[in-house]
């Protein structure tokens, strides 16, 4: 398809979104917009694609928000209006797929759509974390909302309150769990790609069963989440094991000890 603000390939079951506006440093505008939408419902209906990567062009950011210059199409009725979220981030478009978060550079605001929402998120040493909202003099809701799945509240509110005052190194980032690697920047990108692989090469009933699974208790009590999740194991366990030739992940398991 004939994206102008991201790339998009698959190879090996890996589908590589990249977004492609270095220079506006990957803000997103409408047209990214309308882009995932549709990147996310290639995604979740090619079977031939397990895992995705996430990751940006240019040297200076992953992305920061918003483009302030051209902005979003937002309706004058404010009961209309819809969070951007709704068309940028995986699990609001029911992609039950693994997404791994290559980060670099400046991730600010609503670069948080998409953090908030990966399953593994990594990054390079030059990485910063922040939300300007309150330094605009904006309520700071939707992404720190979705970052309080993440990360533990104290943490969400330091990020939210000091807005442009403060940003979040990534080493500090590894410390709370926001990534769970960091890595050098020449590095960060063929990590990623080997994560995906790794993940790929598996019976992806069972990986999407279990991205599923996981995700959806967030929203769910404890009890809940663990009778919705024994019902997905009856579902996915059959399907997934008949993806998998038993005697070679024996052979592996041997090779391993």
Same mark, same amino acid.
């Given at each position: 398809?004939?994206?102008?603000?991201?790339?998009?390939?698959?190879?090996?079951?890996?589908? !590589?979104? !990249?977004?492609?506006?270095?220079?506006?440093?990957?803000?997103?505008?409408? %047209?990214?917009?309308?882009?995932?939408?549709?990147?996310?419902?290639?995604?979740?209906?090619?079977?031939?694609? @397990?895992?995705?990567?996430?990751?940006?062009?240019?040297?200076?950011?992953?992305?920061?928000?918003?483009?302030?210059?051209? =902005?979003? @199409?937002?309706?004058?009725?404010?009961?209309?209006?819809?969070? *951007? =979220? %709704?068309?940028?981030?995986?699990?609001?478009?029911?992609?039950?797929?693994?997404?791994?978060?290559?980060? @670099? =550079?400046?991730?600010?605001?609503?670069?948080?759509?998409?953090?908030?929402? /990966?399953?593994?998120?990594?990054? /390079?040493?030059?990485?910063?974390?922040? $939300?300007?909202?309150?330094?605009? =003099?904006?309520?700071?809701?939707?992404?720190?909302?979705?970052?309080?799945?993440?990360?533990?509240?104290?943490?969400?509110? #330091?990020?939210?309150? &000091?807005? &442009?005052?403060?940003?979040?190194?990534?080493?500090?980032?590894?410390?709370?769990?926001?990534?769970?690697?960091?890595?050098?920047?020449?590095?960060?990108?063929?990590?990623?790609?080997?994560?995906?692989?790794?993940?790929?090469?598996? *019976?992806? %009933?069972?990986?999407?069963?279990?991205? #599923?699974?996981?995700?959806?208790?967030? $929203?769910?009590?404890?009890?809940?989440?663990?009778?919705?999740?024994?019902?997905?194991?009856?579902?996915?366990?059959?399907?997934?094991?008949?993806?998998?030739?038993?005697?070679?992940?024996? #052979? #592996?398991?041997?090779?391993?000890?």
């Amino acid at each position: 398809m004939g994206f102008t603000t991201v790339t998009y390939e698959v190879t090996g079951h890996v589908a !590589t979104v !990249t977004l492609n506006r270095p220079e506006a440093m990957n803000s997103f505008n409408q %047209a990214m917009c309308g882009e995932f939408t549709d990147i996310w419902k290639m995604v979740r209906e090619d079977d031939d694609v @397990h895992v995705v990567v996430l990751r940006a062009a240019g040297d200076r950011a992953f992305c920061t928000g918003v483009d302030v210059k051209q =902005g979003i @199409h937002r309706p004058e009725n404010v009961w209309t209006q819809e969070d *951007p =979220g %709704a068309q940028l981030s995986p699990k609001l478009n029911y992609v039950w797929k693994p997404v791994v978060c290559c980060v @670099h =550079g400046m991730a600010a605001g609503g670069a948080f759509y998409w953090i908030n929402e /990966s399953d593994i998120v990594i990054c /390079s040493e030059d990485a910063t974390f922040f $939300d300007p909202h309150v330094s605009y =003099g904006l309520t700071a809701a939707l992404e720190p909302i979705g970052l309080a799945r993440r990360i533990p509240v104290g943490e969400v509110m #330091r990020i939210a309150l &000091l807005g &442009l005052d403060e940003r979040m190194s990534a080493k500090r980032a590894l410390e709370i769990g926001l990534v769970s690697e960091v890595l050098p920047r020449e590095e960060l990108w063929d990590r990623g790609a080997e994560l995906a692989r790794i993940i790929a090469a598996k *019976p992806p %009933a069972a990986v999407q069963g279990t991205v #599923r699974a996981v995700w959806e208790s967030l $929203d769910s009590t404890r009890t809940q989440a663990l009778r919705t999740g024994l019902s997905y194991t009856q579902i996915g366990n059959p399907i997934g094991q008949a993806e998998v030739e038993r005697s070679a992940v024996s #052979r #592996r398991e041997w090779a391993l000890r």
